[in-house]
């Protein structure tokens, strides 16, 4: 059974910086595409970054480009999400979620079939 797990959420000022993990389990993880998406309080989960399984091809959502990076590293079947220069409307739930075998690299949520409990990220001003 896959399992994915969210970490390193927490509380940072505007211009601040902070990593997310996701930690998988129950998968052949280098045999995947992952990704992040978010979702704020009273909006759509939306995209914001995805990588191939080895790592070599990366997407971003244009509101993140050049502040976030994302990046995995399969021998420890993990993948992280550093963000940089953080604003408040970052602020939201960030979910990790593993592509479908199908899938080599999107920006859809439907490309991506399991889904971590999410980490909260908030952004003060």
């Known amino acids: 059974q896959v399992q994915l797990v969210e970490s390193g959420g927490g509380l940072v000022q505007a211009g601040g910086s902070l990593r997310v993990s996701c930690a998988a389990s129950?998968?052949?993880?280098?045999?995947?595409?992952m990704g992040w998406f978010r979702q704020a309080p009273g909006k759509e989960r939306e995209f914001v970054a995805s990588i191939s399984w080895g790592g070599g091809s990366t997407l971003y959502a244009d509101s993140v480009k050049g502040r976030f990076t994302i990046s995995r590293d399969n021998a420890k079947n993990t993948m992280y999400l550093q963000m940089n220069s953080l604003k408040p409307e970052d602020t939201a739930v960030y979910y990790c979620?593993?592509?479908?075998?199908?899938?080599?690299?999107?920006?859809?949520?439907?490309?991506?079939?399991?889904w971590g409990p999410g980490t909260q990220v908030t952004v003060s001003s």
């Open positions: 979620a593993k592509g479908r075998m199908s899938t080599p690299i999107g920006r859809r949520k439907g490309g991506f079939d399991s």
């Open positions: 129950g998968l052949t993880f280098s045999n995947y595409a």
